[in-house]
Structure formats: C-alpha cells, structure tokens
C-alpha cells in the first residue's frame, strides 16, 4: 500500500516518485488504531498528505493546498 500512496501523491504534486521522504503515523482512537496517516515531503516545504481509513477501507488524498483531491477504496489502488 505505502508504495501506491508514494505513487499517487507524487503524480498529484508532479513530482518524481522516490525523490522526496514518504512517513506515515497511526492515527489512534479510543486506543486502537482506525487509520494511518502519510505525508510526502516534497521541495519548499511541499506538504502532500493521503489518509488510509481502516472502516471505510479508503484511501483519501489531499494536494499541497490541503483540499481534498481523490478518494479510493483499497480494492481500486494500482
């Protein structure tokens, strides 16, 4: 998964894939983990972000603006 969320948030921002850090963090509620959070660090501080929700099994995509650009379901990442 974390490979396709690169791939995609890369084509969003036109940028080259594997040229810039990609970190992710669980995000908890109620003490159990119900998604994970990625941030593509790109140059000057470009920010592009995709949230993986574990009960909706999406993926939600935001461009460096911080709106929202694409929703996925995990079955339709390529």
Not at 3 to 15: A, D, F, I, R
Not at 25 to 49: D, N, Q, W
């Amino acid at each position: 998964m974390r490979l396709q969320v690169e791939s995609k948030l890369c084509e969003l921002g036109s940028l080259e894939p594997r040229e810039f850090p990609l970190t992710q963090r669980e995000v908890v509620r109620r003490g159990k983990t119900c998604a994970i959070y990625f941030c593509l660090h790109g140059p000057r501080s470009v920010k592009l972000t995709a949230i993986a929700d574990f009960k909706t099994r999406s993926m939600v995509f935001y461009g460096s603006d911080g709106v929202r650009r694409e929703t996925v379901r995990w079955d339709q990442l390529r």
